[in-house]
Structures are given as structure tokens and as C-alpha cells.
């Protein structure tokens, strides 16, 4: 809970800013390029009217920014949060214009959300308040502009409704205007534990690089979802032994191991992996701070903290979330000698499939999974390998090296594109 106390104070905005800030000074980046990509291009903030089931109206606020279109139309998912702010998905877009760039896939950043717990709401009326949002953002969003995604509390059927709100705007279906859709509908196969896989995929390089036997690697993963759940499944597949889970019920521990299935059909039926029978209940703080090889931050910003920084005992951080580490921890865990594999790079296999899903629809040719996986694969090594030649011969941080192949690349083209008019 200290945790959450500490990190509801601190702004993700500032801390994407200031980690561009450093990168910036490693490049030694001109000024005017520096002021131009400091700041989004672009911030719509909306209030809409829902009816709810009851029969009342309820006013939801919601976001949608576009960060950097020079590498090509802003991309990124949409989340339901009841803590959702204008400066979280600042901080988000910002994120994704570099994920995009470090895994060199031609899109911008982009990033929505819309303030309201899912949880408190029926499917009805979170049918209606999907597309009504759509519609509010619709001025922003089209295949080749702004391609929104699933993200915490949305998933492929919410992007069906958004396809669907979009295409019955326009009068024709546009499957391409949004990503992770449902296959029936053109969506990728394997989009949906593509973040999950590329993980692994960049666990499975950093393994290799530290000389870390992963059958011998005990692992605790943050958050539960979509990302949390597909990472711990499958570094169980790869032999690691799952020793700690969380969600925001709170954390369970088990040093001989949890079957990670087991834990799954659990939260099924419970919506929790609380209660969960064998494991001990700790809390989302502890487990970030358990005894373990490898921890997967899979939650929210903000997690790792100047606070609890210095009792990280993980060898490896994975960083699964977007911004789970603020810029003065990150200085603890470099000190500390930890090996953290940034979120721009570690999470951004879901952005990489959303890629393939967007191409696949503008080409109306559907590839399977095999050939999603192995290309999937192939971004990710080749990222994962480029960003960790550049930290040697740089002499930084993994972040560091990130941030600087991607601002690199996103200050290129927009200097190469020059300033209209
Ligand atoms: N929401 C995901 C992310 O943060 C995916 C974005 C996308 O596929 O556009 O990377």
C-alpha cells in the first residue's frame, strides 16, 4: 500500500519528460529539436454523456494525444482507468512514439483514455461509453492518422465496438482504423499475447547476455492482465519457476513455485489471485521486493521508486508496464548493478503485432500465427541486440541506450522533414 500512497504523488509526465531530458543531453540534441519533441503535438480532451443502465446520465472525461507524427500516423491503445489523467496519457503517448522507434515499426505516438472504473459498470453501458468515445475522438482517429489499441482494461472486443462506431460513421467497414481486434474481423492472430511474448522474447536475449540459466531463475510478476498473465505463463514455459503474482487485490508468494494455470483458472472464477490455496498473501510492495531472479513490473507507472528502489533484489527487471520506474530509482538500480530491460523496448511486442495487424488489413491478406511469432521474434532480437551494443559502447544504462537509438531516430526524421511552413 506504501507503494501506491507514494506513487499516486508522482507525475508520469514529468518523469517521461525528464527521461527524455537525459537522452537528450546524450545526444546532444540542438535546442529546437529539443522544445519540439519535449511536448505533444497534439491533446483533445472530451466529456460525453453516457445513459446508464438505470436510466440516468453519467459525464466521463477522456483523452486522446498524438505526441510525434514524423515516422508515420500516431499509435497506441486506449485505457479504462478510474485514476486516468490528461498527464498519464501524455507521459503514454510520449512512450509510445519511442517504443515505435526503437523497434523501428513507421508509426508516431499516440495514446488514450478515459477517466472510469470498468469494473463499475455493466457491458451495456461499457458498449455505450466505448462508442460514444469513439465518436468524440473520431475528429483524431482513421487508418492513416491515429490507430487506437487495447490497453489496461480494454481488449479485443472493445476495439470491435470502435471498429464497428468508426465504420458506421463513415459508411463503409474500416478494419484497419483500430488494432488487436478480434481475428473474426481482421484482427492478427496472436495480437494478444504478443506483449506478453515479446517479454519473453527480450527475457530470453538478457538471459543470454547475463549468463542467467532460466531453468534456474526464480520469477514475481506485477499485475495480472492480459501482459502480466501471457509473461508468466510463458517464462514458466521456459522453464523459470513462478514464485510470486499480483493484482490489485494485492500479492501471493510461494517460494517452491505456483503453476501459473492453475492460478489463471483461479482468477477466473474469483477475479482474484488472492485466496489462492498453498500460496502465502503478501502485498503488491513486498513482492516487488521478494527474494528472485527476475521481476516483471506488469501493472501500472510508477511502481519502482526512489523508495523501494535500493530493496529491489531481482537481478533482472522486465519492465512489462509502461513507466513502472521513475528516473531516481533508475539511478539506484544501475548503481545496484541490476540489468533493467526497458519498457520502450521490453514491452513493445504488442505494439510490433498491432503493426502487422494494420498491415495485414490495408493488404487484405492474413498471415498465421507461425510467421507472426517468427517475425515478432525477429523485431524484437534485432532491437533488444541493437540497444544493448549501444549501452557498451556507450557506457549506459539499458534506458539510456533505448532512449538514445529512439530519439535519435524520431529527431532525424523530424529534422530531416523539416518545419512547415
Ligand atoms: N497498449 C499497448 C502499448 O502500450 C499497445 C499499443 C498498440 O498496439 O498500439 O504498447
Known amino acids: 500500500m506504501a507503494t501506491q500512497t507514494i506513487a499516486a504523488a508522482i507525475n508520469p509526465w514529468h518523469v517521461a519528460q525528464q527521461q527524455f531530458d537525459l537522452a537528450a543531453v546524450h545526444l546532444n540534441l540542438s535546442p529546437g ?3 519540439v519533441l519535449r511536448e505533444p503535438k497534439r491533446e483533445l480532451t472530451v466529456h460525453f454523456p453516457v445513459k446508464m443502465d438505470d436510466g440516468t446520465v453519467e459525464v466521463f472525461t477522456g483523452y486522446r494525444v498524438q505526441h510525434n507524427l514524423s515516422r508515420g500516423p500516431a499509435k497506441g491503445g486506449i485505457r479504462y ?11 503514454l503517448a510520449m512512450w509510445m512514439t519511442w517504443k515505435c522507434a526503437v523497434v523501428g515499426i513507421p508509426f508516431g505516438g499516440g495514446k488514450g483514455g478515459v477517466r472510469v472504473d470498468p469494473k463499475k459498470l455493466s457491458l451495456r453501458e461499457v458498449e455505450g461509453l466505448t462508442r460514444r468515445f469513439t465518436t468524440e475522438i473520431s475528429i483524431l482517429i482513421a487508418p492513416d492518422r491515429d490507430i487506437p489499441a487495447p490497453d489496461v482494461n480494454t481488449n479485443a472486443q472493445t476495439m470491435a465496438w470502435m471498429m464497428d462506431t468508426y465504420s458506421m460513421n463513415v459508411g463503409y ?52 492482465g492480459n501482459v502480466g498473465g501471457v509473461s508468466a505463463r510463458l517464462i514458466a514455459a521456459e522453464g523459470a519457476t513462478v514464485v510470486g503474482l499480483s493484482d490489485w487485490m494485492g500479492a501471493i508468494y510461494r517460494p517452491q513455485g505456483l503453476d501459473v494455470d492453475a ?16 500460496a502465502r498473501e503478501i502485498t503488491n510492495g513486498e513482492l516487488l521486493e521478494l527474494d528472485c531472479d527476475i521481476l516483471i513490473p ?68 492474413f498471415w498465421n500465427i507461425g510467421h507472426v511469432n517468427e517475425k515478432l521474434r525477429e523485431v524484437m532480437t534485432k532491437a533488444f541486440a541493437s540497444t544493448l551494443e549501444m549501452s557498451l559502447k556507450q557506457e ?3 534506458r539510456t541506450a533505448a532512449y538514445m537509438l529512439a530519439v535519435q531516430r524520431v529527431a532525424d526524421a523530424t529534422s530531416v522533414r523539416g518545419l512547415y511552413p
Open 173 to 224: 467497414t474500416a478494419p484497419a482504423v483500430v488494432t488487436g481486434k478480434p481475428v473474426a474481423l481482421g484482427g492478427s492472430e496472436g495480437r494478444t499475447e504478443a506483449t506478453g511474448r515479446g517479454v519473453v522474447y527480450s527475457i530470453v536475449e538478457a538471459a543470454r547476455h547475463l549468463d542467467m540459466d532460466l531453468g534456474k531463475c526464480r520469477v514475481a510478476v506485477q499485475g495480472f
Open 33 to 35: 529539436l529539443r522544445k
Open 81 to 91: 482507468h478510474q485514476d486516468v489523467t490528461l498527464d498519464e496519457v501524455k507521459a
Open 263 to 278: 492460478v489463471l483458472a483461479w482468477v477466473q472464477e474469483h477475479r482474484t489471485v488472492m485466496g489462492f490455496p498453498g
Open 298 to 365: 506488469a501493472a501500472l507507472e510508477t511502481q519502482i521508486t526512489a523508495a523501494n528502489a535500493g530493496k529491489i533484489r531481482a537481478r533482472m527487471i522486465a519492465e512489462a508496464a509502461n513507466g513502472p520506474t521513475t528516473p531516481e530509482a533508475d539511478e539506484i538500480l544501475h548503481k545496484n548493478g541490476r540489468f533493467v530491460i526497458p519498457d520502450i523496448l521490453c514491452n513493445a511486442g504488442g505494439v510490433t503485432v498491432s503493426y502487422f495487424e494494420w498491415v495485414q488489413d490495408l493488404e487484405r491478406d
Open 396 to 398: 549506459v544504462s539499458m
